[in-house]
Structures are given as C-alpha cells and as structure tokens.
C-alpha cells in the first residue's frame, strides 16, 4: 500500500476475457475482477489521500491514517485486501471524490473525507496492529466498514471528533457525550473485541451506556465451510447515491431473509451447475442490501420486484426482499452480472456511449443509453441462463420455460442493437459476439410451445406499448425532393408506466377472462374484440391499443401486420 511501491500492469489472460463474454466466469476469472477493483481502489485511496493536507479538518493528519493503514496491510494483507473489498468502501471512496468535485452532496466534507481514519481503525482491528487516531463521528456513531457501529451519542447531532485506540485487536473509543449536561471535558469510553465475523462489546457495558450494533449476516454453507455474507442495514454508504441512515432490521425481518437466502442458495448450487452463464456461487456475493422494509409485515407483494446494484460497490446488491426464494435467487444472478459488467468497464473501454438515451430496452419502460443497454444485456443473459437451469425441474419447469424463452428473445435483440450501432470498441465487439454466441445456441435450444407463444406474444407487446408510449410520429422532411419518416422522434410528453404483461404472461391462464389472458392461451379473435370494448371509451390508450396491434397481427399476419408491428406509432387507422 505504500505509494511508492511499484506494481505491475494487469493483463487479464484472453480465455478469461472470453468466459465473460459469454455471461459466465469461472472462480479465477471472478477472482481477476476482484484483484481489478482492489487496484481501483488503491487508485481512488491515493487520490485522496494526494489532497487531503490541503482540506482543513480536526483530525488527525494525513500521513498518521495513511501510515496506519500501510502498517495494517504490512501485517495482515490478507486481511486488508479484504477491507479493502468492502463493496461500501468503494460506494465512499466513489462518493467522497464526487463530493471534493462538487458533484455529490453529504456530511461536512472534514467528516465525509474523515472516513479514512474509520477505514484505518478498521484495518488496524483486522489486523490485530496498534492504532491512536483522532476520527470523525457522523449522527453520533462511528461506523467501521464490514464491522458495525459503534453509537455514542444521539443520532441527528452534529459531526463531533472522537478518539479510536486499538490494540491486540481492542477497540477503545473516547469521544463528548454532547447529548447530556455533563461537563465540556466529559467522555465515554467503549471497548470492543472482534471475533471471526463482528465484534462484540465488553460484557460489563452499562444498559444506558454506548451501543456496539454489529453488522448482520447471512450464513451460507458452501463446500468449503460457513460463510458470513454481510445484510448490511447501517452503513452510510450501502445505497446508491448519498449517504443514508441506519434502517435496522428486526430479528424477524432479518430471520426471514436468512430462511430465504438458505433456499435461494440452494436453488443456486443445485447439481451440475458450474461456471456458464447464469449460474452464480453465492459466497462470490460481498453484500445484500435489504431495502424499503425493515420488518415481516406487511408481506411482500409478489408483483413488486425492486433491485439495483452500483459500479461502485462490486458484488454488492440492493434488494427490496421478493416473495419466493426463486425470485431471489433470480435477483442475485441478474444483480451479480451487473457488478460482473462494471468491473470489466473499469478495466476496459467497451463501448464510446454519448450518453443519449434514444435506445429500445425490453425490461425498461424508458428510452436507454448505449451503457444501460448493455448492462441490461448483460444482465438478462444470465437471467436467461439461470432459468435454463430450471427447466428439468418439476416444480419450476412452466415459469422457467416462460422466462428462459423471453429472455433469450429481448436479449438477442438488444445485443443486435449493440452491435449495429457502431459505437462498441473492439473489446466491446468481443463482449457483444461472445453473448451473441450464447444466445444464439439458446435460440435453437426446443422450448414448450406453449410457454414459446406467450414469450413471443410478451415480447411483441412489450415493445410495441414501449413505441407508442415514447415515440413520435417522425416529422416528415424533404430530402432529395422526397418526404422521408426514417428520423427517430421521442415523445416530450411520456412518462413511466407499468410492465404488468411480462410477469402476467408467466403462467398459462385456466379460465381465461381477460383481454390480456385470452391474447395468452391463443385465442386472439375474442382478445381483439375486448381490446376494441376498451378502446372504444379510451381510443388513445396505449396499454389497449398495443393489445390490439398484437391481436389483430396474429389473426391477419403479412406484411401490414408485420409493418404495424415494427412502428405501432405509424397506425393511421384507429379500432372504432
């Protein structure tokens, strides 16, 4: 960790290159990525650290956090470069730099840039090194990555200095009590021990005294032993954006996701499933994230599936926990292939993106960015694989026939897209023909005719509401003395809307009744006139009026049909 010490560049060996391209990766192949990111944030440390003697701040200086964590890393590297690892190091280490731009918003830059001695003492405690720093407490606590909290004060209070002494692995920390009416030079001192996984508090602490909250795990038993795979609830920098405030789970809340993450996993790690895509080894996974619930009630919804991950905070995902364990599983593989992606972007240039957003994406309800849509490429390829896996099982094989054939189906055009817009670099042509690849042997793979129709039919719904929900008639213009209608035109007016067909479509209706569930199991006549029922009150909506594009195409199929199909907004003649 030394600034001066010299590394070699990294090369990453093409076979490597190519088992990520196809949507997979082998264990070494994950394992360059992660050297990759531990690079990256060595790189992003040092920046900081370059430009924090010029920052004015009641800490202590510089050069003693630095030291404390060279000297951490001299006698633990194994145990720092696992800190270092922290998906939430690098979501600060991200937010801090945006901040010294004036790009981000958050705590007093002294505390945010602060952070670094928390980092310190963290790396000093893993390392059982000795440590005397002087470190900011943000809402009152002191948060130390990949430990837990220690709380002090009130939280809401102002940032305050404390002092953190580590020593054979023991935390002392001394810091105001500002929330009662002791004397200025009062203080509070807590003492802590770390274990394997956490660290605990002395066993003597007072009932009203100073709060060690560990962090939550999930355990996960894998061939090699117990893993504990952080439930992060508390630290500042566990979401996306700006720093956020503890959301602690109750035990209930926290003993379902653990029953839930053990099935998961299971459906994960069921038998023959190696390293191709779609197929996850869930210790590879750094941190889950529960979000916008903090307790079993009321249930999930099972329509509402809400996750997200960022390029900051590799093998970390953000998850609004679903309803089924297979949604999860679904979840962590789709969440897992984005983390996959951003760490390949920080290594290589894949793509020249202008950043327009002007680009089809069948799990979108908005027009993309060329990044977005790759990432969303990506993504749903090892989605496509994961519910390949599920098809010789009984107890999954309709809904993963459904979703095995959509995905591969939206995600094969946009890799299509990808590759025409000319914009790839030649990494990124390789990227893109390696998941063409995949795809294309899926493609052929036979599939419930069934569950083929109604993935076809989703599809074609999908994209056709997307059209008239964002696109424009073209302004007709002369060229060459001819009128053209070739120009692209979004809508000023759209807006968000709901994707209620791709999840409806999953299963085959009994007793059809709807529009929708009749379009499904085929007949399209009696959908066509529902469709027509509705559009004669609203003529404009595009949630029916895509319903009857798709109808009618299926009952008069041609080149009319196929024309409507490819630009629904083109229609002239209306259902009456």
Not at 80 to 109: C, I, K
Not at 117 to 130: C, K, Q, T, Y
Not at 293 to 303: A, I, M, Q
Request: hydrophobic content about 40%; some cysteine; charged content about 20%.
């Amino acid at each position: 960790m030394s600034p001066e010490q010299p590394h070699p560049p990294l090369r990453m060996p093409g076979h490597l290159y190519e088992e990520l391209a196809t949507g997979g990766g082998s264990p070494e192949a994950l394992a360059f990525l992660e050297r990759g990111e531990r690079a990256r944030r060595l790189l992003l440390l040092r920046t900081l650290h370059a430009r924090l003697d010029s920052l004015p701040a009641p800490l202590s200086p510089p050069a003693d956090l630095w030291s404390t964590l060279v000297s951490a890393a001299d006698r633990d590297p194994d145990a720092v470069d696992r800190l270092l690892l922290v998906p939430q190091v690098g979501g600060w280490l991200a937010h801090v730099l945006r901040q010294m731009h004036g790009t981000a918003q958050g705590p007093p830059l002294w505390a945010e840039t602060g952070r670094l001695g928390a980092l310190a003492i963290a790396a000093a405690l893993r390392s059982h090194a000795e440590a005397d720093l002087v470190v900011p407490l943000v809402d009152g606590a002191l948060h130390l990555p990949g430990l837990g909290t220690v709380r002090l004060t009130d939280p809401g209070s102002e940032p305050v200095t404390g002092r953190a002494r580590t020593s054979g692995g023991e935390l002392t920390l001394t810091a105001p009590v500002s929330c009662s009416p002791a004397p200025a030079d009062s203080a509070t001192t807590f003492t802590c021990w770390p274990d394997t996984v956490a660290v605990r508090e002395k066993a003597d602490r007072p009932a009203d005294g100073p709060r060690w909250i560990p962090l939550r795990t999930l355990t996960h038993h894998s061939p090699s032993g117990a893993v504990a795979i952080p439930l992060d609830d508390l630290d500042p920098y566990r979401d996306l954006g700006e720093p956020v405030p503890p959301a602690r789970l109750d035990a209930d809340e926290a003993a379902v996701w653990q029953d839930m993450f053990d099935e998961a996993a299971a459906i994960l790690t069921g038998t023959g499933r190696e390293a191709g895509p779609g197929r996850l080894d869930p210790a590879a996974i750094k941190a889950v994230v529960p979000w916008g619930r903090t307790s079993v009630e009321p249930p999930p919804s099972p329509d509402v599936r809400v996750s997200a991950t960022s390029g900051d905070s590799y093998a970390a995902m953000l998850i609004a926990r679903p309803a089924t364990p297979v949604s999860l599983a679904e979840t962590l593989v789709h969440e897992f292939q984005h983390s996959k992606l951003a760490a390949l972007l920080h290594l290589f240039p894949l793509l020249d993106d202008d950043r327009a957003e002007r680009y089809y994406a069948p799990w979108r309800a908005d027009p993309r960015h060329l990044t977005g849509l790759l990432h969303g490429a990506y993504a749903f390829t090892g989605v496509a694989g994961f519910w390949r896996d599920l098809l010789p099982e009984p107890e999954h094989a309709e809904t993963a026939a459904y979703h095995f054939a959509l995905r591969r189906i939206q995600s094969r055009l946009v890799v299509r897209t990808l590759r025409m817009s000319g914009r790839l670099t030649a990494q990124g042509r390789a990227l893109a023909a390696g998941l063409a690849r995949t795809l294309d042997g899926w493609l052929r793979e036979p599939v419930d005719p069934a569950a083929l129709f109604r993935a076809r039919t989703a599809a074609a719904l999908h994209r056709t509401e997307w059209r008239l929900r964002n696109v424009a008639s073209p302004h007709a213009r002369a060229e060459g003395g001819e009128m053209t209608s070739r120009t692209l035109v979004l809508r000023t007016d759209r807006a968000g809307w709901p994707d209620v067909r791709t999840h409806a479509f999953a299963a085959c209706p009994a007793l059809p009744r709807t529009a929708d569930e009749h379009l499904a199991v085929g007949d399209s006549a009696t959908a066509l006139d529902l469709y027509a029922d509705g559009l004669a009150s609203d003529p404009a909506d595009p949630h029916l009026l895509a319903g009857w594009i798709v109808a009618q195409s299926a009952l008069t199929p041609g080149r009319d049909s196929r024309r409507t199909l490819a630009r629904p907004e083109l229609l002239q003649t209306r259902p009456v």
